[in-house]
């Protein structure tokens, strides 16, 4: 079955805290993306990783940095975390033999005070 | 650039009356158009791909259609627990490994 997991299901961090958001999947999918998804405003691509040590911006990467050290982890970190970055930050992984079909991890809810 | 539609912005149902969600898109070359759910707080739950005009798929009592311009997710009998926003994306030729979502529709069906 399709698994994708998320360190944390809920953060709270201060403002100017450097914050790592982490996500494994265990499909061995070459593809790995970021989003954020805030109301009204949908999901936004954030960066995405087409392969060990690549990355690519996305949308709206102001802010954030991306870490693909190992195949079926990605990580994202927040370096100086800002209250406009409170959202809720969604990860997911795709394959080339899947046709690109995208699948989500449960998610972070993070709030920056 | 890639554009994906979703209407309406929410929708209201009484169990058992069926309906239709429609996505418009907007691609250069159309690869894949993606059905996701997605529960309050949680990451969207796949649903279905669909590649070419005509295709259809269908899943209890979701069935999804595509034409060139729009996909519908036809909800058939609904039940309280489909209540759900319902997300559409696109992949397209000019984008890579990028998927191009909509804003989505809000569902809620009452008992």
């Known amino acids: 079955d399709v698994k994708v997991t998320q360190s944390s299901r809920y953060l709270v961090k201060r403002t100017g805290e450097k914050v790592f958001l982490e996500c494994v999947q265990d499909?061995?999918?070459?593809?790995m993306f970021w989003y954020r998804q805030d109301p009204g405003l949908g999901l936004r691509l954030i960066y995405f990783?087409?392969?060990?040590?690549?990355?690519e911006k996305g949308d709206i990467p102001e802010g954030y940095s991306v870490s693909r050290e190992k195949k079926e982890r990605f990580s994202l970190i927040l370096e100086s975390a800002s209250t406009n970055q409170t959202s809720m930050y969604l990860c997911?992984?795709?394959?080339?033999?899947?046709?690109?079909?995208?699948?989500f991890g449960p998610g972070t809810r993070l709030l920056v005070l | 650039e890639d554009q994906v539609t979703q209407s309406p912005e929410a929708l209201r149902l009484q169990e058992g009356e069926s309906s239709s969600l429609n996505c418009s898109y907007t691609?250069?070359?159309?690869?894949?158009l993606f059905w996701y759910r997605q529960d309050p707080g949680k990451g969207p739950e796949f649903l279905f791909t669909?590649?070419?005009a005509g295709e259809e798929k269908e899943k209890e009592r979701l069935k999804a259609t595509l034409t060139k311009k729009e996909s519908f997710l036809h909800i058939t009998a609904p039940k309280p627990e489909d209540s759900a926003t319902y997300l559409c994306?696109?992949?397209?030729?000019?984008?890579?490994?990028?998927?191009?979502f909509g804003k989505g529709t809000l569902l809620t069906v009452n008992p």
């Open positions: 691609v250069s070359g159309l690869r894949g």
């Open positions: 994306a696109v992949h397209s030729g000019g984008s890579n490994y990028k998927l191009t």
């Open positions: 997911a992984s795709s394959s080339y033999q899947g046709k690109e079909t995208q699948y």
């Open positions: 669909l590649y070419s």
């Open positions: 990783s087409y392969d060990v040590k690549m990355k």
């Open positions: 499909m061995d999918h070459e593809n």
